[in-house]
């Protein structure tokens, strides 16, 4: 276990450490099992029937996004904040933390060091949760489809709802992906976070493949 | 704490009565702006397919992908754009060599399969298509200069009366500056029957590396100065640059090329000083472009060659054809003399069928090319066609090339409005203008004057020189008044074809004319002499239509071991003629090396 | 000056750690006094994606460190595998809140490599395009600044007024965020009908606003005690620590590309930056906002001293085998933050050699930024950090 | 700047000087003497900012070439010291006590071209790229493009078409395809 943990987690943040309690008292703090579950991610129940429709309405009309601006699109977010565009009467609105939102947005391209932080993020979001790509730069590589850092296409790494055109899209472009997303949230289209469980192996490979310092368990909920 | 700070900020609470500046219906309320670049239209008739659009775009986010049908200057091709890598940058649009594509004011697209992201604008319909704004090229610029750079000539003046060079070439400067146009697009390569390395000998003129240009022309033309100053160019008649501006002068870049490389220079340039000798023996009947083409390929590939000229000196219709003041004769020895230096023989004034028979050739030889071209004029048959003072062009052309006098009239008529019908009608005028001091000549064509199949600065050039050109007119009946012809009646000519394409020309006998000329010269195309092919041969070989000798792609006829080619298969074209001489090597050699 | 009472210091020193002879902090984070806590990269007062990796001792920053490349694409190799003008495009994604610097530094590098003079209509419509550009990041910039202290009013008013500036690159230039305007040897049209009337009304509304502003935020007391005296950089830090544009102004030093280096047509402007000396974040707020002011001005003058037509590019040779002559040169310019240069190598092909672009957040967001945020407190980053104008995607390219 | 070029000349060996324009020029100067030569021109000349420090590979001549651009806010003038080093032991004398953000380009440097600068504080750190196993990237020999098709994942089904090559099969189906290549000639 120590020999493997050690070919694994070469982060210093990931080493067994003594930290001191608020009391003064010194505890031992093992990060991979204090810090990260253990367990495989498990899909939510999908419902049927007037409950999941009733859901699925209340789901889309409280899309939360999450404030992380990843690339050059999310100069065109705060926009939409704003009482031009004012996304708020579309029952859009951002949050801070991964924890209270459902809408990823990927403004563009991924730096690979993003990426690893992107999944971090998205992985923590509850479900049902759902992902929008912005630009060229999600969907083949974009202006950057020869750079040794950045992603070429995000659905290898995350499933991906929506896809908006443009370099970068407009913030009514984004409107309309929003206006799109609901739409398949109503339809009851909207489970892509369960494919993400479903095709976990896959996923994580992919993932794999491009962070090579993956020093950090494969659970991040 | 300051109390006014503390309520200040309040005032702020003034906006409360002002209008929302909110958009009400942002995804229908904004169109983009009118220059806005949205999503790419093209529009397919115009575009041409030259894909310059996907060698600008730095995010290789376009395909040429086949749509339409090939024609002439048209690939077939059509950009098919991934907007998963675009940028919208429009460099594309701006370098479009036709103005063809351009972007709408759309910009929302949404959807669930990145797969659709790739369209061909244009083919697959979208929405955008029709409207008229968004981005197009700025009226006011070019990434390219459009403008030809002007080669300086003689002026008419000069031109009349002397049979000297009449264009001076390009400099350095003005060559590189020419060849800088070019977008290397390749349309020229694919048109040209040479299929010569157009873009890429251009881009040794921007290098300023002449040798490798030399080497380029020779990969596919033996006879660059020649060709540099008479090809029919059918590369710059679909050049891509010709749809904003003038195409690219490719001829005169060619001749650039060749005349800035000194002929001593050539084996060591185009490293053909230790070839591998053959013991094969190839016979060449006819030393015009492709006699001369296929004796300087088969020579490269060390075959012994041999030639057979009927005249006394080498060249065929290149020299005999065409005037002094186009084409000098010391390039064509330039040429001529430098295929000659590689061991290929030559034997003049030797008449095929009469000073030695086809097969005895086909006998001695392993295998036999012949490109003996079109040398008999044609006459149009009307009334008083057949007087002697009623020339074919073929003939002058010859005899002025020869040295020969001719009886040049005061007054004269030239039938036809081909480049043939140019080239005497300029050289006759030279004679007139040596002769009697002055310019008296008109030039007919059947054909309207945008459709005369001569070159448009022959037809230009020409009228400068004191030429009256009057196209769109039928010869009807020459008068002859004892012996010697006074003059050609016409009729309007109204068109040439009928509604399925035959040549039937339509005339107006109402509309007529009458012009005087005591010398009336036939130019109307030429006919082939294959005489020297025997009755018993005839047998043998497959004919095709128009009196055509059958051949396969290699221009093998069903003789295995003649092949034929140049004007006798091709009709007459100096770069047919030294493609399919380039080609028929190809076939000798794949014949007579089979194992390769 | 009199500091803010909102910003001190605890006063008793024992629990913090000492200093070395370099100023820099000896942190154990084994006596367990210390609190290691990363702020970013998803962090809303981050501007843009970069993190900090801040050591604090209560809410005190004792250590921090500027962990960058998170947007880091590689455009400078990108670049090399480009030829000329298609580093046009590629270039402008450099900093994406102000991207016409990006293309003007790098079509003048072209420029005075290649040896190209650019007609007049273009050099006046690449002024007014570069004026446009600082006046819309700066309308985003000054009340971002109070956003940073949870005053989100003004950002809302400054964003409005932004999206109309945006509009008005949408007319000129086909491009809402990345204009791809200004061009090697050019620029890529000219003012379309009525530009010149709608940008003034415009104008007037940035009037209107900028006294708005100034009750919201300089008037304001909240903003006032908690700006002053925050994010202090002493005068002698300038040249060391490369500090420019309005940090530098507010700390008294005249940094000012515009004045010191003319480009395009700026000798022919009247204008005299603003500086003053407190140099703490209300200052650079104050140089921003008179920056803004100017900007206005100067969108005035050019709109009037411009000739209505000419030539807007100059000839340059076949864009698709464009040859740069061997060479090197730094050209630059004054964005919104301060002096923004390229340096370009080129080795006589189609494609430069080397591009190498130095933004100000360079140097202002790595070792500038840490000493800085030193003895700060966690809820002052993100205004520290704005106050700095840091752009991270121009640090990493 | 007359006097200055001249003492870069006398002092350090400075040569190859190149005006680019007014109040720009370029020099080169020797390894062992660049460190001393900013020095020099920071505290006696007044180069008292350090606009940029970046490398150029020159890949032909096996060097990279660092470039230390200064700049005099005084004077208003700008030189550029070129330093030459060799590529296969790519090593540079530090310059970061001149400047506290020379560790940051010095940073970059060593991850981007593999430049090591002994002595240079956080060197070794990570600056811009995680986890990072190949060439240095903006070393000339690394392909970014080959990178880039082999560690992610290009969507595939892009096919296009040469429209010279294209058209040639088009126009001259009979053509056969042994005609133009340069067989001909065994010494091409």
């Known amino acids: 276990m120590e020999e493997e943990r050690k070919d694994k987690f070469l982060a210093p943040e990931n080493e067994i450490r003594q930290v001191a309690a608020p009391d003064g008292s010194i505890i031992e703090v093992d990060p991979l099992e204090d810090y990260f579950t253990q367990e495989r991610p498990k899909p939510y129940k999908v419902r049927k029937g007037p409950v999941e429709n009733f859901l699925n309405w209340a789901r889309a009309e409280s899309l939360w996004v999450l404030g992380f601006g990843t690339g050059c699109g999310s100069i065109e977010i705060p926009p939409l904040v704003t009482p031009r565009y004012d996304m708020f009467r579309f029952g859009v609105q951002m949050r801070a933390t991964p924890r209270q939102s459902n809408v990823f947005i990927i403004s563009g391209y991924l730096s690979v060091k993003t990426l690893k932080r992107v999944i971090r993020t998205y992985e923590q979001m509850p479900s049902p949760k759902y992902v929008m790509g912005l630009g060229s730069c999600t969907i083949n590589g974009g202006m950057y489809f020869d750079s040794y850092n950045t992603i070429n296409r995000l659905d290898h790494y995350l499933p991906v709802d929506v896809y908006i055109a443009g370099c970068m899209p407009r913030p009514e472009a984004l409107l309309a992906g929003f206006a799109k997303l609901k739409e398949l949230i109503k339809e009851g289209k909207g489970h892509k976070a369960n494919e993400y469980v479903e095709n976990f192996d896959w996923y994580k490979d992919n993932q794999k493949k491009v962070i090579n310092d993956w020093n950090m368990p494969d659970y991040n909920w | ?596 | 000056m009199e500091k803010s009472k909102l910003f001190t210091l605890n006063e008793d020193r024992s629990l913090y750690p000492e200093h070395d002879e370099n100023g820099k902090p000896i942190v154990d984070l084994s006596s367990h006094k210390f609190l290691k806590i990363w702020q970013g990269p998803q962090h809303p007062g981050v501007t843009g994606n970069m993190s900090l990796e801040l050591t604090v001792s209560g809410d005190e920053i004792v250590e921090s460190k500027t962990h960058v490349g998170y947007l880091h694409r590689g455009f400078e190799k990108l670049m090399e595998r480009r030829k000329y003008i298609q580093c046009f495009p590629t270039c402008i994604r450099m900093c994406v809140a102000e991207p016409d610097p990006n293309e003007y530094v790098l079509s003048n590098a072209i420029e005075e490599l290649s040896g190209i003079e650019v007609p007049e209509m273009a050099k006046w419509l690449r002024t007014l395009v570069l004026e446009m550009a600082r006046l819309q990041v700066l309308l985003r910039g000054v009340p971002g600044q109070a956003g940073t202290f949870a005053l989100g009013l003004g950002y809302q008013w400054g964003n409005y007024l932004r999206d109309l500036i945006l509009d008005s690159f949408e007319e000129l230039t086909g491009g809402r965020v990345y204009h791809m305007y200004i061009l090697p040897g050019g620029v890529r049209g000219l003012l379309p009908d009525g530009f010149k009337k709608r940008m003034e009304d415009k104008l007037k509304l940035i009037d209107e606003f900028m006294i708005k502003i100034d009750k919201l935020i300089f008037q304001n007391v909240v903003f006032e005690s908690r700006a002053r005296g925050l994010g202090y950089i002493p005068k002698e830090w300038v040249d060391v620590y490369g500090v420019y544009g309005p940090a530098a102004r507010a700390a008294g030093v005249m940094r000012d590309v515009r004045k010191t280096n003319p480009y395009l047509k700026y000798s022919e402007l009247d204008f005299e930056p603003y500086t003053t000396t407190d140099s703490d974040v209300f200052a650079r707020t104050e140089v921003r906002y008179n920056d803004l002011k100017m900007t206005v001005d100067l969108i005035r003058q050019i709109m009037a001293k411009m000739p209505e037509k000419g030539d807007i590019k100059a000839e340059t040779p076949n864009v698709m085998h464009w040859k740069i002559p061997k060479g090197e040169t730094y050209s630059k310019c004054e964005s919104s933050r301060g002096e923004y240069g390229m340096y370009m190598v080129s080795d006589g092909s189609d494609k430069p050699r080397r591009v190498n672009l130095k933004g100000p957040s360079y140097t202002h967001a790595n070792a500038l930024l840490d000493r800085l945020l030193i003895n700060a407190n966690i809820a002052d980053t993100a205004a520290i950090m704005v106050s700095l104008a840091t752009c991270p995607p121009e640090i990493e390219r | 700047m007359q006097d200055t070029i001249k003492n870069l000349t006398e002092r350090f060996g400075a040569s190859n000087m190149i005006e680019k324009k007014p109040g720009l020029i370029f020099i080169t100067i020797e390894q062992s003497k660049a460190i001393s030569a900013v020095t020099y021109l920071r505290d006696i000349e007044g180069y008292t900012v350090l606009t940029l420090l970046t490398a150029v590979d020159w890949i032909e001549d096996n060097v990279f070439q660092l470039t230390y651009l200064l700049n005099n806010p005084e004077q208003i003038t700008e030189i550029g010291l070129r330093v030459m080093i060799d590529r296969e032991k790519a090593e540079m004398e530090s310059a970061h006590h001149l400047w506290p953000n020379v560790e940051v380009y010095q940073r970059e440097l060593k991850e981007m071209y593999g430049i090591n600068f002994p002595g240079s504080p956080r060197i070794d750190e990570n600056f811009i790229l995680e986890g990072w196993n190949d060439k240095p990237p903006y070393r000339r020999d690394f392909d970014t493009k080959e990178y880039a098709e082999n560690n992610f994942f290009p969507r595939p089904g892009r096919k296009t078409n040469d429209p010279a090559e294209y058209m040639k099969q088009k126009m001259y189906p009979n053509n056969p395809s042994d005609y133009t290549n340069k067989k001909y000639n065994p010494n091409r």
């Open chain 2, 1 to 596: 704490m300051d109390i006014k700070k503390l309520l200040t900020p309040l005032t702020a609470w003034g906006n409360i009565t002002k209008d929302p500046v909110t958009i009400k219906d942002p995804l229908n309320e904004r169109p983009g702006a009118d220059r806005y670049r949205g999503f790419h239209r093209n529009d397919v008739e115009v575009c041409i397919g030259c894909g310059t659009c996907e060698e600008i775009c730095e995010n290789e986010a376009i395909d040429m992908v086949a749509i339409a049908e090939t024609k002439d200057g048209d690939s077939g091709l059509r950009p098919m754009i991934d907007y998963g890598r675009c940028c919208w940058c429009a460099l594309c649009v701006d370098v479009c060599t036709t103005n063809s594509l351009s972007m709408s004011n759309e910009y929302t697209w949404v959807t669930t399969d990145p797969e659709d992201f790739r369209f061909v604008p244009g083919v697959d319909k979208k929405d955008w298509d029709k409207g008229d704004k968004g981005w197009k090229k700025p009226e006011n610029y070019e990434f390219y200069s459009i403008k030809r750079v002007h080669m300086e000539e003689l002026s008419p003046e000069e031109r009349n009366g002397s049979f000297i060079e009449m264009m001076k070439g390009y400099s350095k400067e003005q060559a590189e500056k020419e060849a800088d146009r070019c977008v290397e697009c390749g349309i020229c390569t694919a048109t040209c029957p040479a299929h010569m390395g157009i873009p890429e000998y251009i881009k040794a003129i921007r290098n300023d590396d002449l040798e490798e240009g030399l080497r380029i022309l020779y990969d596919t033309n033996p006879l660059p100065e020649i060709c540099g100053r008479i090809c029919t160019h059918k590369c710059e008649s679909v050049c891509s640059m010709g749809h904003k501006g003038d195409p690219i002068s490719i001829r005169w870049l060619k001749r650039y090329i060749a005349d800035q490389n000194p002929s001593e220079k050539y084996k060591k340039i185009l490293e053909v000083e230790n070839l591998q000798p053959k013991d094969k023996k190839v016979a060449i009947i006819g030393s015009g472009p492709s006699g001369l083409s296929a004796a300087h390929y088969l020579a490269l590939m060390g075959y012994q060659v041999k030639i057979f000229e009927k005249l006394e000196k080498a060249g065929g219709m290149m020299r005999y054809g065409i005037p002094e003041y186009r084409l000098p004769y010391d390039q064509i020895d330039k040429d001529i003399n430098y295929i000659l230096s590689l061991g290929v023989e030559i034997e003049y004034n030797v008449n095929i069928g009469t000073d030695i028979s086809l097969e005895q050739l086909g006998k001695d030889y392993d295998a036999v090319f012949s490109g003996t071209g079109l040398q008999l004029g044609r006459s149009t048959g009307i009334e008083g066609s057949d007087n002697e003072h009623v020339y074919y062009s073929t003939d002058l052309l010859r005899k002025i090339a020869q040295g020969e006098e001719i009886e040049v009239a005061e007054s004269i008529v030239v039938i036809g409005g081909g480049n043939v019908a140019m080239d005497i009608t300029r050289s006759l005028a030279r004679l007139q203008k040596e002769k009697y001091g002055k310019i008296q000549i008109i030039t007919t064509s059947l054909e309207k004057e945008e459709n005369m199949p001569a070159d448009r600065e022959e037809v230009v050039e020409a009228r400068e020189e004191g030429c009256v050109i009057n196209p769109g007119w039928a010869p009807k009946s020459i008068e002859i008044k004892d012996g010697i012809p006074t003059g050609l009646h016409v009729v309007k000519c109204n068109s040439l074809f009928d509604g399925e394409g035959r040549f039937n020309p339509q005339c107006d006998l109402d509309v007529k004319e009458f012009w005087p000329g005591t010398m009336i010269v036939q130019s109307i195309g030429q006919g082939m002499d294959i005489s020297y092919i025997t009755e018993e041969m005839r047998e043998k070989l497959e004919f095709g239509p128009r009196g055509r000798v059958q051949t396969d792609e290699y221009f093998q006829t069903s003789l295995k071991w003649l092949f034929m080619g140049g004007d006798i298969i091709q009709g007459p074209d100096v770069i047919h003629g030294i493609a399919n001489g380039h080609m028929a090597a190809v076939g000798i050699d794949r014949m007579l090396n089979p194992e390769k």
